[in-house]
């Protein structure tokens, strides 16, 4: 598993998004402080004082690209 630094680095990048492990990223953002609420499969993250809600899905082992 990359360490939290590599894939934030990779997210903030915005050129890997369709290749990132759904597992790591949704780690990634509960060291962040986000809670997660699941329904079906959706994976919805929220944090106070972050006012936009991040609605993740995977597909198959990575997240779903937006």
Do not use: C
């Not at 890997?16 to 060291?31: C, K």
């Amino acid at each position: 598993m990359a360490k939290a630094s590599e894939i934030l680095a990779r997210v903030l990048s915005g050129r890997s998004d369709a290749t990132i492990p759904f597992a790591e990223l949704r780690n990634l953002l509960r060291r962040l402080g986000f809670a997660e609420r699941i329904k079906g499969g959706h994976h919805i993250f929220t944090k106070d004082g972050v006012e936009e809600i991040l609605n993740l899905q995977p597909r198959g082992r990575h997240a779903k690209a937006y």
